[in-house]
């Protein structure tokens, strides 16, 4: 088992997850118990990333594997404990939102803990409930509702509610991108890749539509182009909020193309940018967690 790699990022990983999930969901008496099948379960999903060489939708599929795949065999670890502290978890947030019901960010923590446990009509009604309460949010509801659908495997209904969202708002390019994002979840990457260009050609001093081309590349396993739009993309916007995701997706692809030294280079200095970002802290941990596996995995070499 020491394929995975070396044992001090492997303990790093753990340490992470377990603070991560202990803080969030489960209560602290866990963390000792966790640390003996963690390690076991890490290495088993590292063996099962490496087999299979696929990069398609690479840092969302990581994502999924590790946090729902872990989820899934926590509940059936001890579903009886879970569900309980599950169930107390949000019965604190109602109470605060009961306290407080004009707090946006309490309903995305509530949703965020029934999103880990694949709570999906819970999700929607809360959402509901929030598209109600903040009318001027109606996008960013309505694109974590896309997102939930997504999640629950209803990739169609996801793409509908951003036409509907075109419809009302056909200058806002952000929600051409999401197009983009659900066209290739869908398959179409054509049909993606030729939103992006329009939108390039609409606002070519925004470096996120390469980077959105590049993951797109990426799915195709065009490697080599997808590099090409990775580096444009930091070259117009080098220090936007996305661009650590940027390198780490730059050193993915040149572990995919073997030269690891690149790979080491651009999966390091993105993880140093994810450490400085001013993203919520959800969306640091998901890349430092990223980085850190494909370090991991490219520093055996």
Not at 104 to 128: G, H, M, P, T
Not at 185 to 200: T, V, W
Not at 227 to 242: D, G, H, V
Request: glycine share 4%; aromatic share 10%; hydrophobic share 35%.
């Amino acid at each position: 088992m020491e394929k995975f790699g070396r044992s001090g990022s492997l303990n790093s990983i753990i340490d992470d997850i377990l603070e991560e999930i202990c803080e969030m969901i489960f209560h602290k008496h866990f963390k000792e118990s966790l640390r003996e099948f963690l390690p076991r379960y890490i290495k088993y999903l590292a063996y099962k990333i490496e087999t299979k060489k696929e990069f398609k939708e690479t840092y969302d599929k990581l994502e999924e594997i590790i946090w729902q795949n872990m989820t899934d065999l926590l509940q059936s670890q001890n579903s009886e404990t879970l569900e309980t502290q599950y169930r107390e978890k949000i019965k604190e947030i109602d109470k605060e939102i009961k306290s407080n019901p004009n707090n946006f960010e309490l309903y995305n923590s509530k949703i965020r803990i029934l999103l880990y446990f694949n709570q999906y009509s819970d999700v929607l009604a809360v959402l509901e409930k929030m598209r109600a309460l903040f009318p001027e949010r109606e996008v960013d509801i309505m694109i974590k509702k896309a997102y939930t659908l997504k999640k629950d495997k209803n990739l169609e209904e996801g793409l509908k509610i951003i036409e509907e969202l075109l419809e009302k708002y056909p200058k806002n390019n952000t929600l051409y991108n999401y197009k983009a994002y659900w066209s290739s979840y869908l398959g179409k990457n054509q049909e993606a890749l030729n939103i992006l260009r329009g939108l390039i050609e609409k606002e070519p001093e925004k470096g996120i539509y390469h980077d959105t081309v590049g993951e797109i590349l990426i799915i195709l396993k065009e490697y080599g182009k997808a590099i090409e739009e990775l580096q444009k993309a930091i070259e117009i916007n080098s220090n936007e909020w996305f661009i650590h995701q940027t390198y780490i997706k730059l050193g993915i692809c040149y572990k995919a193309l073997g030269n690891h030294d690149l790979a080491l280079r651009n999966l390091k200095k993105g993880k140093e940018l994810t450490k400085k970002s001013t993203s919520d802290t959800e969306t640091k941990q998901k890349w430092l967690k990223i980085s850190d596996l494909f370090l991991t995995e490219t520093e055996k070499f």
